[in-house]
């Protein structure tokens, strides 16, 4: 089994900065995608960033120029560097992460989530 564990979230006032955290464990081959989606309330989850093995990235357009994404591949963590924060920034961060494990010769990827890092943004 893999589990995610995210940390880093808080309260900050707008204009600040903001650092998470997500280290995978478990049964883990590999690990392709990783990435932050994020759900406010009465919103549906939101795509924030992602990055791949090989250090690709890509951003939503609301957190361009002011969040960046980072991994490290041999810690199987990823990171989300939130600068210039805005209340409408405010969510519930998930991180996601796709695993690969080996089993009877095969390799396999499943999906797996956070169970999310609260983020506040006081204006």
């Known amino acids: 089994q893999v589990q995610l564990v995210e940390s880093g979230g808080g309260l900050v006032q707008a204009g600040g900065s903001l650092r998470l955290s997500c280290a995978a464990s478990?049964?883990?081959?590999?690990?392709?995608?990783m990435g932050w989606y994020r759900q406010a309330p009465g919103k549906q989850r939101e795509l924030v960033a992602t990055i791949t093995r090989a250090g690709s990235t890509n951003y939503a357009d609301s957190v361009k120029g002011r969040f960046t994404i980072s991994r490290d591949n041999a810690k199987n963590t990823v990171y989300l560097q939130m600068n210039s924060l805005k209340p409408e920034d405010a969510a519930v961060y998930y991180c996601?992460?796709?695993?690969?494990?080996?089993?009877?010769?095969?390799?396999?990827?499943?999906?797996?989530w956070g169970q999310g890092t609260q983020v506040t943004v006081s204006s």
């Open positions: 478990g049964s883990i081959f590999g690990i392709n995608a």
């Open positions: 996601n992460a796709a695993v690969l494990g080996y089993l009877l010769g095969r390799v396999y990827e499943n999906d797996y």
